[in-house]
């Protein structure tokens, strides 16, 4: 079977076009701000889509089929073409004048991890800040359309319940046509960016903050506009609990939002991802919670001193950082690391959960954690009875085995890819502790870490060679492991 690669360069093309339309909306709110990053905005948009365009005519008139070979890599190398012309802005800004902390805060956004080599965000020109916030938006939106329309026809990583013939989300197709359900779940995706940004503007923050909060809550990215993060808004409760609210919605499976506006509430009561996702955000908070109030030191909110207290301030703070780090959004309202050793382990059990499957969330995702459980539960009767055919159900409807065994090699090889992540940081000097964390928050697409590059750091201190391994283990845990790593077997390459 021939390579069809001039689809793929096509599409590379249409990509480098929408990144270099997104630039000029920077490029625009600069010259709004007057922050003397405009024209260098404006240079890397229009460099970007000159080498889109160029691309696109160069391959007009080709063949318009997408086979399973062209999908793995225009899936992966449109993540990495995105990356690399995203990096421009910071270039020709002087921003980040490195090209190896460029393409590292680049790939963060993108892959919506949110880990950040940036020491003072706040001197940093407002376009170039909206412009960060933007590649977050950019990949949460693309990891949508992955999802539902790419993802089930190459069958990566269990996300073949989006399938119609499988149970699961994908027997609740919103449309027949693929194109067409991607369409709904990006009308709900920038309605709730529209609406978070109205309630935070209303909660206190600017118009300029607001946005770009919102941006990073709806694709679960986290970069800030501040340097404490949303701690910055520890005195105003509100805005927290907003973002709060927003975080579980994103994290959520877009499916159900969809349920929930076209009234089928019943259809979101009886998925048991997002009871399984709903519970456990419960039970950790709790957890959480009861342990900061008693034992950690968390700031007390002085917004409303005759109804907030230290359980409201000990119950908010566990509750934003559960969610931060389950949705893996990666937000902060304090230093998470300095609460207690038990809590710093908790969380980092956590960034190995994830939100729902079709979020925009990162990490391994409650739904494959269900179904293996549910598995490894189904061992014990298969043990005692050899002959009878025991399926694993999910959501009242069998699972074949073999999306079983995909999401099984699925944990399997995540388990392992963070141990090889987690040496090869120790192997470039950092502790153990940093290691493990930054490996763990990188694949996770979590955001902030253990160690030296817990919340109150950053990623700045990682040699060059750790800034480009912990960008290659985000791309690899964004785009489900599998679409990326297949690209490295011999096989892939062959004709066949």
């Known amino acids: 079977m021939k ?3 001039r689809i793929i360069v096509h599409i590379m093309g249409l990509l480098l076009l929408c990144n270099g339309s997104f630039m000029l909306l920077a490029a625009f709110a600069s010259g709004i ?140 197709k919103l449309h027949p046509r693929i194109t067409d359900t991607a369409k709904r779940l990006w009308l709900i995706y920038v309605g709730y960016t529209v609406l978070e940004t109205l309630l935070l503007k209303l909660a206190g923050m600017s118009f300029f903050d607001a946005i770009n909060h919102a941006l ?29 609210v927003f975080m579980f919605l994103a994290g959520t499976n877009f499916v159900m939002s969809y349920f929930a506006f076209t009234g089928k509430v019943k259809r979101i009561i009886q998925d048991e991802e997002f009871k399984t996702y709903s519970l456990l955000i419960g039970i950790f908070t709790l957890i959480a919670a009861l342990i900061v109030y008693f034992q950690a030191d968390v700031p007390i909110s002085d917004y409303h001193p005759m109804v907030l207290g230290p359980e409201e301030s000990a119950f908010r703070h566990a509750l934003f950082q559960v969610l931060a780090i389950v949705t893996t959004t990666g937000f902060v309202t304090a230093d998470f690391t300095s609460w207690t050793p038990f809590l710093t ?36 009767k298969r043990t005692l009875h050899t002959n009878a055919i025991i399926p694993v159900r999910y959501n009242q409807k069998t699972v074949s085995e073999h999306i079983v065994y995909n999401i099984i090699a699925f944990f399997v090889l995540y388990m392992l890819l963070f141990i090889i992540g987690a040496l090869v940081l120790g192997y470039l000097g950092l502790d153990f502790e940093s290691a493990v964390g930054g490996a763990a928050s990188s694949l996770g697409n979590v955001g902030p870490a253990l160690g030296d590059l817990n919340p109150v750091v950053n990623f700045s201190a990682l040699p060059a060679f750790g800034k480009w391994w912990c960008g290659f283990l985000m791309l690899l845990g964004r785009l489900e492991l599998f679409t990326v790593l297949i690209l490295f077997v011999p096989y892939f390459w062959k004709k066949t």
Request: hydrophobic share 50%; charged share 10%; proline share 3%.
């Open 216 to 244: 990073s809550t709806l694709s679960t990215g986290g970069f800030s506009t501040k340097n404490a993060s949303i701690a910055y808004w520890n005195d105003t409760p509100i805005i927290q609990y907003i973002i709060i």
């Open 33 to 172: 701000y007057q922050d003397g990053a405009t024209l260098d905005i404006a240079l890397a948009a229009i460099v970007t889509m000159l080498f889109g365009v160029m691309a696109m005519f160069y391959t007009r008139g080709h063949k318009k089929e997408v086979k399973r070979k062209e999908g793995y890599m225009i899936v992966t190398f449109g993540w990495v073409i995105m990356s690399i012309s995203g990096m421009l802005p910071y270039l020709f800004s002087a921003s980040i004048p490195s090209v190896t902390d460029a393409f590292f805060e680049t790939i963060s956004g993108y892959t919506t991890t949110g880990a950040s080599i940036l020491n003072d965000i706040e001197s940093l020109p407002k376009g170039i800040l909206l412009w960060r916030s933007l590649t977050h938006w950019i990949g949460g939106m693309g990891i949508i359309v992955l999802a539902i329309a790419i993802l089930p026809l190459l069958g990566i990583g269990g996300m073949q319940l989006f399938a119609a013939e499988a149970p699961g989300p994908g027997g609740d």
């Open 345 to 380: 382990v908790f969380f980092f059990g956590l960034m190995f959960l994830g939100g729902s499957a079709g979020s925009t969330s990162g990490g391994i995702k409650v739904m494959r954690h269900l179904l293996i459980i549910k598995n490894g539960i189904l061992e014990f």
């Open 3 to 5: 390579l069809n690669a």
